[in-house]
């Protein structure tokens, strides 16, 4: 392929090619038969600029554009002066979202954005996004669509017990009850993951994807959250410039939706010894249903059958060409961005709604156990 990308040819640009840049990139290779190229990237930090022009060459990508410096940017402001992209991925840290969303959004070229989770790290910050002229739903552009990085809803097990509780087999939802056990934070870059001020918090930063899928499930507002949590285990004998991190790595979290439905969250990083990471439990009146992740499996019953009723499926979708690192979901997230910018959509499927949600609710759960009370959501919205 030319320089000149074919006409039709969905152009990306990714901003911040660290571990989820690069996941980023490795996803939209795999989508390259849809009619999609990747044409540049933004990174002040050499290093991650190296391994991500590597991996491009490594794919004897078809595009050329990555082999010439010149479309690979220090920072997304020349990334987008450039006017080379349709889309822009954001995956930088957590606390530089606000500012580059706000940048993509006044740009006098507009992009379609996927920036990833949390939308940014405080609410007035997503409230600002959200409120912003080009996207508010009033004045909204055609050309412009925001997608926030929520990408738990396209696990295969996931989305199969969404589809059964939206399918309304279990009934109406009471209860959703979300275990994450897994590994400590990764190594990032300049370690911005070991600061509150940098990543929202524990909650706010991991966690918003669970608050999501509570969400969805229980099919309601959250009202208030009640939570306890601490720094116990990880982290304790790291120091960055004189400090020592500051972010819980366990914590219980209720929440309470506006329909009487509850959510709880259990959630520890220390805790590599268990065989998934991730065990949802939905339960409604008439049934309750389960998924495993990465085991893949789905469980649901109704109490009228009981337990030799119970049925037990292992969850894929053929759809998925690359695993990655999120068991297909990025993939998928990719895939159903790329329709809804084919077909014009209205709204994405994952809004900065959703994004602003999920992180009032990590926001509400921070400052709820450092109050020691409830917080409501109306107190961390207003
Ligand atoms: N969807 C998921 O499940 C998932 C998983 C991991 C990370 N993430 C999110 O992805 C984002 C990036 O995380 P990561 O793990 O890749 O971190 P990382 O530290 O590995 O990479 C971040 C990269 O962004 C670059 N960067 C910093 N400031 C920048 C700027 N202003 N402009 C351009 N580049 C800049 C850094 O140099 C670095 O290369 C975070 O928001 C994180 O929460 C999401």
């Known amino acids: ?79 987008l002066d450039s006017l080379l992209c349709d889309v822009v991925v954001v995956s930088t840290p957590n606390m530089t979202h606000y500012q580059i969303l706000m940048d993509i959004i006044n740009h006098r070229k507009p992009h379609h954005v996927l920036v990833e989770k949390p939308l940014c790290t405080t609410v007035a910050h997503c409230k600002e996004v959200g409120r912003s002229e080009v996207v508010n739903s009033a004045r909204k552009r055609q050309d412009m669509l925001v997608q926030v990085g929520l990408e738990y809803r396209y696990m295969p097990p996931v989305a199969k017990l969404i589809e059964i509780v939206k399918g309304g087999s279990l009934g109406q939802v009471k209860m959703v009850a979300i275990r994450e056990h897994r590994f400590p934070f990764l190594v990032k870059v300049n370690n911005w993951n070991r600061f509150n001020i940098n990543s929202g918090g524990t909650l706010v930063e991991k966690c918003c994807h669970f608050f999501d899928l509570m969400r969805l499930f229980a099919g309601a507002n959250p009202v208030r959250v009640m939570a306890s949590g601490a720094i116990d285990v990880n982290h304790k004998d790291e120091i960055y410039d ?52 990465p085991e893949s499996i789905v469980r649901f019953g109704t109490r009228v059958d009981g337990r030799n009723g119970v049925q037990t499926l292992k969850a894929e ?40 949600v999920s992180v009032a609710i990590g926001v509400a759960a921070q400052l709820s156990i450092e109050k020691g009370r409830f917080v409501t959501i109306e107190e961390v919205m207003n």
């Not at 074919?6 to 090619?17: C, H, L, P």
């Not at 819980?248 to 520890?268: H, K, P, Q, T, W």
């Not at 220390?270 to 991730?278: D, I, R, W």
Request: aromatic content about 8%; some cysteine; hydrophobic content about 40%.
């Open 1 to 79: 392929m030319s320089v000149m990308a074919a006409s039709n040819t969905v152009k990306y640009g990714i901003v911040g090619v660290g571990m989820m840049g690069r996941e980023h990139l490795i996803n939209l290779y795999h989508l390259r038969s849809e009619g999609v190229a990747v044409v540049a990237i933004a990174d002040p930090h050499l290093p991650s600029q190296k391994l991500a022009l590597d991996l491009a060459h490594s794919f004897n990508w078809p595009i050329k554009y990555l082999r010439k410096k010149v479309w690979c940017f220090e920072g997304h402001r020349e990334l």
């Open 242 to 293: 004189g400090k020592v991190p500051d972010i819980i790595d366990n914590a219980y979290v209720i929440v309470e939706f506006d329909n009487g439905s509850r959510g709880m969250l259990d959630l520890c990083m220390f805790a590599e010894g268990t065989k998934n990471e991730q065990e949802i439990s939905v339960v409604g009146e008439i049934g309750k249903g389960e998924a495993f992740v």
């Open 317 to 356: 979708n053929d759809q998925i060409k690359y695993d990655g690192l999120h068991h297909g979901s990025s993939y998928l997230e990719h895939l159903h961005f790329l329709s809804a910018i084919r077909a014009k959509a209205k709204a994405p499927a994952v809004d900065l709604h959703d994004g602003l």
